[in-house]
């Protein structure tokens, strides 16, 4: 198993996990058609057809292959996959990988569950990370969290402990919330059908159900990740957008046909994702050792010659009702790599934050503490702590209008928020009420997302007077106050960098740690 989908620049993001298609594609049957029938009337296409179909022109340049849809359809697995099967037993344990394990007939309910547990942890940690990365972090878990039961008695801030470095943190919290409801609902069992894992199972959508089952289960159900997209579309050599929904029907099909029949779709799946990973790779594919290639359309289609000047214009077109309307025209001779043609890709937006490292030290031991707000327990960063901070703030935002920040945000975190003005004096008693003491720009940190190019506008904010003990803060507001995690709290100075904060503001309190 390898890195499911390309991640951003830097390890964390906020995504749709499982986003593919739910459909699956069956391709219609056609009757074929005798030399005496009667001509059928041409129907006209509608325009909002015309606009989202290729329809080949048999006139077209001869360069140019058209093709019939069969080409796209995997009529006969079974060669396929004792070949694939036959390579997977040379290269399985070439990477380390610790939760692949060969499926064991033998286990009852109980141990199936547990290998189901296994391979979930490691299908979640794999989206959007390299295997290198995941190895240390999956023992890890498992030494900590041997069992769906440890894992849902734990808390979301040891859970993130443990996945800190790890990025894209919602996915932390979607494995606690499986395995609350596992436990809570379930019995302690993952669902032992894709089906049922779908729609049981928080965080998990077909793909993920598809590897847990097959892999755990040994039940046969397809599985298409990114690695598994882009082998498939070469096999089939489809030329059309991985993401379109027509495509993803193709690509299902072809991913189904491979599991079915087999008594080991779960090494099917993983062969296919390994071959995904390691050989069939964005670029540079490695075609000699492909255990797929005399099978592949793509590379079929790399090496047809072009037609001879004298060899008949069009001689042999299938019928135009069979002909495919999926794929994009494509010269004969193109690469393998053209498959499947590249999406552009989107840009993420740009947002500006001013981040305010708000510090406060003891009058007398000038201990240092540092304040630490919680996310929420949704959405981007769920449940992870940073420093008070005002998002997507106007570009133009202007210095002053910076500065009069940290004011409003204490106002809402501490239970008696600091005033502005000079800081007591260095003899002035413990009783001195709380001061903005000094604000002090540090400048700008950039941190990408998958979909957000941040710029963080930082600024150290010092904290005087108060009393011996840092600022008391605000209770906790709402009905899930009584038994939620603290909101905010106050972390010494050696202790900010083990925090459960992200990469972004782990570089945050870099950026400010070099003013002083």
């Known amino acids: 198993m390898a890195k499911r989908t390309r991640a951003g620049d830097d390890d964390e993001s906020e995504y749709e ?3 593919e298609s739910d459909a699956s594609f069956t391709p219609s049957s056609k009757r074929a058609r005798t030399k005496s029938a009667a001509p059928r009337k041409k129907q006209p296409m509608k325009k909002a057809q015309k606009s989202q179909r290729h329809v ?16 796209h359809i995997i009529a006969d697995a079974a060669p396929m996959q004792s070949a694939l099967l036959e390579w997977y037993a040379g290269v399985h344990e070439a990477r380390g990988m610790p939760w692949r394990k060969p499926y064991d007939p033998t286990l009852g309910p109980d141990d199936r569950a547990q290998r189901a547990y296994e391979v979930w942890v490691s299908e979640i940690m794999l989206q959007q990370t390299q295997v290198a990365t995941v190895i240390p972090y999956y023992t890890r878990w498992m030494q900590k969290f041997p069992t769906v039961r440890d894992l849902a008695a734990a808390d979301i801030d040891t859970v993130n402990a443990h996945w800190k470095g790890l990025g894209y ?8 919330q499986g395995a609350q409801k596992v436990v809570a609902e379930l019995g302690g069992r993952l669902p032992g059908t894709a089906q049922d894992m779908e729609a049981q199972i928080p ?11 097959s892999i755990a289960y040994n039940e046969r159900v397809p599985v298409l990740d990114g690695n598994v997209k882009r082998l498939m579309a070469r096999l089939l050599a489809l030329h ?8 993803l029907d193709v690509l299902w099909a072809g991913a189904t046909a491979m599991v079915q029949g ?9 062969a296919l994702i390994e071959l995904g990973a390691t050989v069939c790779k964005v670029q540079n594919p490695s075609c000699g050792p492909c255990p797929l290639q005399a099978w592949c359309g793509a590379h079929q289609q790399q090496h047809a010659p072009a037609p001879a000047a004298s060899d008949a214009p069009r001689g042999g077109v299938p019928d135009i009702e069979e002909l495919c309307t999926l794929c994009a025209p494509l010269p004969r001779g193109s690469p393998v790599t053209a498959f499947p043609p590249k999406a552009p890709r989107k840009q993420p937006r740009a947002e500006l934050d001013v981040v305010s490292v708000v510090e406060w030290r003891h009058p007398r031991t000038h201990a240092r503490h540092f304040l630490l707000v919680r996310r929420s327990d949704t959405g981007l960063l769920a449940g992870l702590h940073e420093f008070p901070t005002q998002p997507a703030v106007s570009p133009d935002l202007a210095l002053a209008e910076q500065h009069a920040l940290p004011q409003k945000l204490l106002a809402d975190i501490l239970a008696t928020p600091p005033r502005a003005g000079p800081p007591p004096h260095a003899d002035a008693d413990t009783d001195a009420p709380l001061t903005i003491a000094q604000i002090t720009p540090a400048g700008d940190v950039p941190h990408v997302f998958s979909h957000i190019r941040k710029t963080y506008r930082v600024q150290w904010v010092l904290l005087a007077g108060g009393g011996v003990h840092p600022p008391a803060l605000a209770p906790a507001q709402g009905p899930r106050a009584a038994g939620a995690p603290p909101r905010a709290l106050w972390a010494r100075l050696a202790d900010v960098p083990d925090a459960n904060i992200g990469t972004g503001v782990l570089k945050v309190w870099r950026q400010v740690c070099a003013l002083w």
């Open 240 to 247: 059309a957008p991985p993401t379109a929904k027509q495509s």
């Open 17 to 19: 996990v499982d986003g």
């Open 56 to 71: 080949p022109d048999v006139n077209e340049q001869d360069d140019i292959e058209v093709h019939p849809v069969s080409r």
């Open 262 to 270: 087999s008594a080991r779709p779960g090494d099917v799946n993983q």
């Open 169 to 176: 943190y919602s996915r932390a919290a979607r494995l606690l």
């Open 203 to 213: 965080g998990i959508g077909r793909y993920s159900a598809g590897a847990i089952c």
